[in-house]
């Protein structure tokens, strides 16, 4: 069982920036990818960003140049930097860890991002 916590969410006016985090409570080297997604209230899930584990990342387009996917194997955490943020941004984010079985997907509680205008 992989319990995801995530922090750093709140409120920020547009153009501002925020670093969300994700503790893992095991070693995420063996994850085979993790992300973050977000979903706004009456909207789906998206995926906004991914690592994998070889590094590799992808984002939505809707984030690119404004979003920075990283991880710290040392510290099991994940992390978004978020810059220039909209108010479209606006959505409960969540940290998700997929392991190496079909069925090993995991994801932490959510945490509140709030983009004012």
């Known amino acids: 069982q992989v319990q995801l916590v995530e922090s750093g969410g709140g409120l920020v006016q547009a153009g501002g920036s925020l670093r969300l985090s994700c503790a893992a409570s095991?070693?995420?080297?063996?994850?085979?990818?993790m992300a973050w997604y977000r979903q706004a209230p009456g909207k789906q899930r998206e995926l906004v960003a991914s690592?994998?584990?070889?590094?590799?990342?992808d984002y939505a387009d809707s984030v690119k140049g404004r979003f920075s996917i990283s991880r710290d194997i040392t510290k099991n955490a994940l992390f978004l930097r978020m810059n220039s943020l909209k108010p479209e941004d606006t959505a409960v984010y969540y940290c998700?860890?997929?392991?190496?079985?079909?069925?090993?997907?995991?994801w932490g509680q959510g945490t509140q991002v709030t983009v004012s205008s």
């Open positions: 998700f860890y997929k392991g190496q079985s079909i069925t090993d997907d995991y």
């Open positions: 095991v070693s995420i080297f063996s994850a085979n990818v």
């Open positions: 690592i994998t584990s070889r590094s590799s990342t």
